[in-house]
Structure formats: structure tokens, C-alpha cells
């Protein structure tokens, strides 16, 4: 089955920075799209960033040029590199695949910016 396991959040100060990972495991890694989400309590799910197969990216406009996606299809491992991190970046980040048209879902790091 599908799994995909977050690491890498917590506390970090203003400006600061933090490097998510996510381990997937029963997918063919190396073919799969792979994206980075945020949920804040009371909102819905937004896209952070996404890496195709290929490497191409796609970030919203609210993290580009402080956050970068990148992946190792050795290690199976997608990662999420955060930068010059704001109070607004807090909320749980949820790695994410689709597979044969089914979304699968990690179970979520919490990363909170504050002073």
C-alpha cells in the first residue's frame, strides 16, 4: 500500500529555516508527481509546491523564492526546503502523490514560526 511519512517540522524563530522530508514507499517513486500541502485550521488545503517526475516545479506565489522542492528517487524521498520562514507559514504540511487517480495523504508535520 501506499505510504508516505512526513518528517522535519517544529518550532523555528522569524527568518529562520526548516528542511521537510517525506518517505514514500509502495509507489514507483521515480515516475510520481509529488507536492507539498498546508492546511491552517479552518481553511482548506492549499498547494505549496510540487515536483514532477522530470524535475519540473511548480511553487504558489506566497512561498516562491523563500521555499524549494526537490527530491531524491534513490531515497524515495521528496523534500521541502523552507526558507526566510514567517509566522504565517505555521500550520500542519502534508506530503502528497496521486496514484492511478487516488490521492494519498502523509499524516502531516506541524511547523510553527514564532519568536
Known amino acids: 500500500q501506499v505510504q508516505l511519512v512526513e518528517s522535519g517540522g517544529g518550532l523555528v524563530q522569524p527568518g529562520g529555516s526548516l528542511r521537510l522530508s517525506c518517505a514514500a514507499s509502495g509507489i514507483i517513486f521515480s515516475i510520481s508527481t509529488m507536492g507539498w500541502y498546508r492546511q491552517a485550521p479552518g481553511k482548506q488545503r492549499e498547494l505549496v509546491a510540487r515536483?514532477?517526475?522530470?524535475?519540473?516545479?511548480i511553487y504558489a506565489d506566497s512561498v516562491k523564492g523563500r521555499f524549494t522542492i526537490s527530491r531524491d528517487n534513490v531515497k524515495n524521498t521528496v523534500y521541502l526546503q523552507m526558507n526566510s520562514l514567517k509566522p504565517e507559514d505555521t500550520t500542519v504540511y502534508y506530503c502528497n502523490t496521486v496514484r492511478r487517480g487516488v490521492d494519498y495523504w502523509g499524516q502531516g508535520t506541524q511547523v510553527t514560526v514564532s519568536s
Open positions: 515536483i514532477a517526475s522530470g524535475g519540473s516545479t
